[in-house]
């Protein structure tokens, strides 16, 4: 199983970036997928998943209304839209891949079966 993660950038305060997540040696479709990032210095976070269909998804306080993920299953690929971005949304994202496909979007670190290497997003203030 391979996640590869890709997209992040430098950006200013205020500006966008949309990540990608490219899933391969999974069937794509059978799994919620989540984003989490981590700062320096700070342990890693949930930030937003959705499940297996698209239908259902979940987003951190701190993110909810700024960003917004989606999926394409036909290109095993799930999407993180960044918009309004502050200088605390500075972090390395991760992508991962939740084989119990469950009702509820899980937010804890543990749940996640696959990970992605991380792509560093920057926001200068």
């Known amino acids: 199983v391979q996640l590869q993660a890709f997209g992040g950038g430098l950006v200013q305060a205020g500006g966008s970036l949309r990540l990608s997540c490219a899933a391969s040696g999974l069937t794509f479709s059978g799994y919620n997928m989540g984003w989490f990032r981590q700062a320096p210095g700070k342990e890693r976070e949930f930030v937003t998943g959705i499940s297996w269909s698209g239908g259902r998804t979940s987003y951190s306080d701190s993110v909810e209304g700024r960003f917004t993920i989606s999926r394409d299953n036909a290109k095993n690929t799930v999407y993180l839209q960044m918009n309004s971005l502050k200088a605390e949304d500075t972090a390395v994202y991760y992508c991962?891949?939740?084989?119990?496909?469950?009702?509820?979007?899980?937010?804890?670190?543990?749940?996640?079966?696959?990970w992605g290497q991380g792509t560093l997003v920057t926001v200068s203030s």
């Open positions: 991962a891949a939740d084989r119990d496909r469950n009702f509820f979007i899980a937010t804890m670190f543990s749940d996640y079966d696959y």
